[in-house]
């Protein structure tokens, strides 16, 4: 039941870290598995039954196998999405942990203010990995001359935003039972720059 609605991720790390509760979906999950379980064995109730009960038997049976995968497939969103919440927070550490050669030669000195995601895509999955795709804006600040300069007047800065993309791989079968990025490339355009 845990595997079908968080896959590999531990349920501790689900309830803690993605603020998801899974107890009552698995709870759902084993009534479902109940109401299926009595259409499984032929019993008096079942047997030599006439058109009409035969009809009704099925489409509780279909009903019932219906809800059992509707709500699986729902709970796997919800963890996804609360997933890809927690890989927003992980990108922080790549953008402002890392120097980035496009921004770089820009300036004398520079700042990531902040960068926001337009857009993030899974692109793919294995057993232990999503693939994803994001792509955005940074915000940065650029300093030409120094502190010294800037406090004689001599410096200039500026505020501007330069696109990025993205791709990486958000790991979620390791010994942790967690997800976080491994393998991220941000890729800045800085051509607006020189138009």
Known sequence: MQYAV???LLPEYVKSELGIDTEDIIKELNDGINRLSKFTHVNPST???DDNTT?????????SVLSFFQLIDESRK??????????????VSSFYGT???????????HEIECFIVSR???TGEDDGNFYMEADGEVHVRLQYGSDG???RGDGHEMHTS????STFTVSFKNEKGDLHLTDPNIEIDNSSFFE
């Not at 919800?78 to 990108?91: I, L, Q, T």
């Not at 120097?99 to 000195?109: G, K, R």
Request: hydrophobic share 40%; charged share 30%; glycine share 2%.
């Open 6 to 8: 968080h896959g590999w």
């Open 47 to 49: 047997f030599n039954c």
């Open 55 to 63: 009809k009704q038997l099925s489409n509780e049976i279909l009903e």
């Open 78 to 91: 919800r963890v996804e999405e609360a997933a890809f919440d927690c890989v927003d927070e992980e990108m």
């Open 99 to 109: 120097t980035f050669n496009e921004i770089d030669m820009l300036a004398t000195h």
């Open 120 to 122: 993030m895509d899974k």
């Open 149 to 151: 300069d800037m406090r």
């Open 162 to 165: 330069l696109p990025f993309t």
